[in-house]
């Protein structure tokens, strides 16, 4: 068995064969990343025409040493636990990575390691690829750990929900109740979701900018999202939905809401007063209390829709996600919303249209990304992990990172260098700004 170049469209093609396969392994993909820097090289392992694994290389210049990273994302298409194959393409790319300068070759497979249910624990019984870990250790490959934190390149845990043979109604009955809860009072306020064009992708930016700034990390420049629309949008690969609220709307129905229930109250005491229905007093008290307590409620409400109005106008930007839809399944990438209007909790309608998405165009997956291992109360990222969990699916433990190392004593220099180089990025990026 050889390693060969092969054209983009002849990748894809075999790409798609695979159950590994995601946006990462894609000729756009490669191109997105060709325009910032990197170069694509797309390779399959043949034997008389048949091709037994195939992957998308990357690699990218280091200034200086005129050498260069490798890097497959998300790894390579191959069946990690056939050795003699695993084996074969290893010393195969090692060859083709060293004539290309490369200090070493970074993956990181999309495939699972062991079985968990939504608490994060294991599932007896369950699948378990060790074995796809210590053949790739056999062959030299450094791993970097089970990890539990988000400190890799791309997530190793994640939490995901099973769409491939269920009914909406099957999905939406593993949601927790408070999660159906907020779905229908987002609804009621008037909140809805659609598809942004590219000259809107400003609006985007406004709300990673928010959320960064929240969340305290850097954000990307806008014309890192525009080139991710240009090379992705056309294909159908990406998607951007923003969530609205309509003021106007949400009035409407608290008003209606409000009416219904005065006209309740009205009937309720007309019929008493006439003895039409048999009501003793405690109960009718009881449940006139009961009306007026909303009904004060929900003109507490139109005031606050008033304050609403006067200070957004008659709609106003909520939040946004940006989804990445290839393979078998839809996955959230990026997304965020606007700090003064977060009580409206914009992202759970975001996402069930995510999810709708996914089943209504025959998706095996809705992929929330990336979560933690650590399901402590403790850890500082739980409450990301409770608000994906409230949605029903599963914990997914991917297999992690590996380094196939080709130059010892480059890839310890890069390594070094490349701590320095971060270690200063990130305290240029919490020094304070100073104020005039």
């Known amino acids: 068995m050889k390693l060969v170049e092969i054209s983009s469209n002849k990748f894809q093609e075999l790409a798609k064969k695979s159950d590994q396969i995601t946006f990462h392994q894609t000729k756009q993909w490669g191109k997105l990343k060709e325009s910032n820097g990197w170069h694509a090289y797309y390779l399959s392992l043949e034997e008389k025409g048949k091709s037994y694994a195939c992957t998308l290389m990357l690699t990218k210049d280091i200034p200086i040493i005129k050498k260069r990273i490798c890097y497959c994302p998300r790894g390579f298409l191959i069946d990690y ?11 195969e790319i090692k060859e083709f990575a060293k004539k290309k300068k490369g200090i070493f070759i970074k ?21 378990d690829n060790s074995e796809a870990v210590e053949n790739l250790k056999e062959l030299e490959y450094k791993h970097f750990g089970f990890n539990l934190m988000q400190d890799t390149l791309q997530p190793r845990w994640m939490h995901t929900i099973p769409i491939k043979n269920r009914s909406m109604d099957e999905i939406m009955a593993d949601m927790e109740s408070k999660t159906r809860q907020i779905l229908r009072k987002n609804e009621r306020c008037g909140i809805t979701t659609r598809e942004i064009k590219r000259e809107e992708l400003s609006k985007f930016k406004d709300i990673m900018k928010h959320t960064s700034d929240r969340r305290e990390f850097v954000d990307r420049p806008l014309s890192y999202y525009e080139n991710m629309w240009d090379n992705l949008h056309k294909d159908g690969i990406l998607k951007i939905m923003i969530a609205e609220i309509d003021f106007d709307k949400y009035k409407e129905n608290v008003e209606q809401e409000r009416k219904k229930i005065l006209n309740e109250m009205k009937d309720r005491f007309t019929k008493k007063k006439n003895n039409t229905i048999k009501m003793n007093e405690k109960k009718f008290n009881s449940r006139q209390k ?37 393979g078998n399944e839809v996955l959230s990438l990026y997304g965020g919303s606007m700090k003064s209007l977060m009580n409206f909790q914009s992202a759970y309608t ?13 998706f095996s997956t809705y992929n929330f990304y990336g979560i933690t291992g650590d399901f402590r109360e403790e850890n500082p990222l739980y409450g990301l992990y409770l608000f994906k969990k409230s949605f029903g699916g599963e914990v997914v433990e991917l297999i992690g ?21 971060h270690g200063l990025k990130n305290i240029k990026n919490k020094k304070p700004t100073k104020k005039n």
């Not at 993956?107 to 699948?127: C, M, S, T, W």
């Open 107 to 127: 993956i990181d497979p999309y495939v699972p390691y062991k079985q968990h249910n939504r608490d994060g624990a294991l599932v007896e019984g369950g699948f």
């Open 350 to 362: 975001l996402h069930f249209e995510g999810i709708k998405y996914a089943y209504e165009h025959h």
């Open 290 to 326: 009961q009306d007026e307590e909303n009904v004060l409620r929900l003109e507490k409400q139109l005031r606050e829709i008033e304050n609403y109005q006067y200070t957004y106008g008659h709609k106003a930007l909520l939040g946004g996600i940006l989804f990445l839809i290839y």
């Open 401 to 421: 990172e590996f380094d196939l190392i080709l130059n010892k004593f480059w890839y310890r220099t890069y390594n070094f260098s490349f701590k320095v180089y």
């Open 81 to 91: 636990k056939n050795k003699k194959i695993l084996r074969n393409f290893t010393e």
